[in-house]
């Protein structure tokens, strides 16, 4: 398996772990993002779902066509992390709203019918992804006096998510 092929890997399976990350509109706000759950179906990659409010900035920036995105994510043992370019838009197909409801969702929302309720499409493009699993090592190599660049080299990627 190539490089990039083992770290796309590892960030679907990371991100299917702990699906918190922080979303945002580059053009708008300055790139602020906020957090959000990303729902992903089965183990391909994409698109990733999100539900959120009417209400949100982020909705209010979006129309018919959406708009390019970037997600941040950082998995929990941060051991990998990813920024991931793609493309944003409000989805509203009422049986993609069914299969991904879970108690989770409806905790925010009064029922599936809430007119809050907005379903978010990301489809990822391109990304970065660093894999930091040698993060202790290399402070020893660097307390050494060893370069620990060499350690990363393999662990850096950048891949195409669609």
Known sequence: MSKEADLTAK??????????????????GGGHSQPMSALIEGDHSGPLWMFTSSETDLVHALDVEGRDALLHFASKGHDLFAVVEGRLRIDTDFETVERLWNPFTAAWFEGKDDPRLRLLRFDPADAQIWLNENSFFAG???MLGMDPKEMYRDKVAEVRLH
């Open 140 to 142: 020893v190599r660097l």
């Open 11 to 28: 960030f679907w399976k990371a991100l299917k772990a702990d699906r918190v990350v922080m979303l945002g509109l580059p053009d708008i």
